[in-house]
């Protein structure tokens, strides 16, 4: 039986989204600048690498926005359903990928699952991974039911890699309020997506720990063999990959061939979860692991705002608030805001309360005598 206080749980769940919040204002000015411009540009990134403006809005944490609306609304035994209806009714447009088809589809009454494969060429872009952070801060310690959450919360837009790839960043999340050692909880996730003969996604986690034990010291020289791996994988594996059920399915094809084998293959889940896994493991061994993971994560480019917020929950959960250096969290000034009507602006704070609310609703009656909420 894991244990944790209500307290601790909510200064963990704060920090999460601290780490979420610093990690957007380092990765957005860099994010899907080519990597030799943010060399040259920024060098070595060590702080946020603009002057930050509190009146910004990041589009990534939206449908986290609307998740906690609907475990309110609905409780926690809400359905997909019950989640795709928020993002009906709370959604501005600013959507892209595979939640702008997927709304499109859900706004023309086709549902989950269908609605994340129907005419949807972008299922196993990043837009799933991206919006994983919510699923395992409610689950702590309850990684079998992270799973359960995310496969329903993923099928509203994605299939495939695309789900497995929020799985495996919302198994790390969950993971972490209990597993200090971030290549343990590494290797722990990788229980929870399919093995690697059967897996892309999981081909890239390993590469990038292959990567990095080559060159544990180099992220330069780490993100370049990275680089070549992806480029790899479009040639050979990419356009091979699919999830079928779509009548027009050889459309699809053809459009994500033009999509991710050509020049926009920057938001598709592979390199950014490898970019990901490096950049933890480049930042573990730093006495701010949290700074030096979602700096070396903007240094490496692509969907970097993407990259940086989840990096900076995972280790905003496992450091908690309160050790969160103050060079990241005081010029937040407890302010998050967002793209969901009628829930714009927030207090990181208070955000981070309505979260452990849920959490701790969740832990009591699905803990099933693994996780204990103490006070």
């Known amino acids: 039986m894991k244990e944790i206080t209500s307290d601790e749980y909510y200064n963990r769940v704060f920090g999460s989204w601290i780490g979420r919040v610093a990690g957007d204002f380092v990765g957005a000015p860099v994010e899907f600048v080519p990597y030799s411009l943010i060399k ?22 939206m449908y986290e926005i609307c998740a906690l609306v609907a475990l309110e609304k609905h409780g926690i035994n809400l359905t997909a359903k019950d989640i795709a209806q928020e993002w009906i009714d709370l959604l501005y447009d600013k959507n892209f990928t595979a939640e702008y088809i997927a709304l499109k589809n859900l706004r023309s009454g086709i549902w989950p699952p269908e609605s994340g494969t129907h005419n949807n060429f972008f299922y196993d872009a990043i837009g799933a991974q991206m919006r994983a952070d919510i699923w395992g801060l409610i689950t702590p ?12 919360d993923g099928s509203i837009s994605h299939a495939g890699i695309g789900i497995e790839g929020e799985v495996y960043v919302a198994v790390l999340i969950a993971n972490a ?19 690697r003969e059967e897996s892309l996604y999981t081909q890239m986690v390993y590469e990038a720990l292959e990567i990095y034990e080559q060159y544990p010291n180099d992220f330069r020289k780490g993100i370049d063999d990275l680089i070549e791996y992806w480029e790899d994988v479009k040639r050979n594996k990419l356009s091979i990959m699919g ?13 994500r061939k033009l999509v991710f084998l050509r020049n926009t293959g920057g938001v ?4 950014n979860i490898g970019i ?22 903007a240094m490496m480019g692509l969907d970097t705002d993407c990259n940086c917020g989840n990096i900076g929950t995972i280790l905003g959960v ?19 805001n967002t793209y969901v009507k009628g829930h714009e602006n927030w207090k990181i704070s208070e955000l981070s309360r309505r979260i452990a609310d849920v959490g701790i609703k969740i832990i009591q009656e699905k803990g099933n005598d693994k996780v204990k909420i103490i006070n």
Request: proline letters at 8%; aromatic letters at 8%; glycine letters at 6%.
């Open 177 to 195: 309020f209990f597993e200090s050692d971030i290549r343990k909880n590494i290797e722990l996730a990788l229980n929870f997506i399919p093995p």
């Open 141 to 152: 310690g309850l990684p079998e039911l992270t799973k359960k959450y995310v496969e329903m």
């Open 318 to 336: 496992q450091l908690g608030a309160d050790k969160i250096p103050a060079k990241w969290k005081d010029p937040l000034q407890d302010t998050f």
């Open 243 to 255: 999830v079928t059920g779509s009548k027009s399915e050889s459309l699809l094809s053809k459009k």
């Open 40 to 61: 040259e540009k920024y060098g070595n990134i060590t702080h946020y690498p603009e002057p930050i403006n509190l009146d910004e809005v990041n589009d990534d944490e």
């Open 268 to 271: 598709h889940v592979l390199p």
């Open 276 to 297: 990901i896994i490096l950049s933890l493991l480049y930042g573990a061994n730093d006495e701010d692991p949290l700074g030096r993971s979602i700096c070396v994560a």
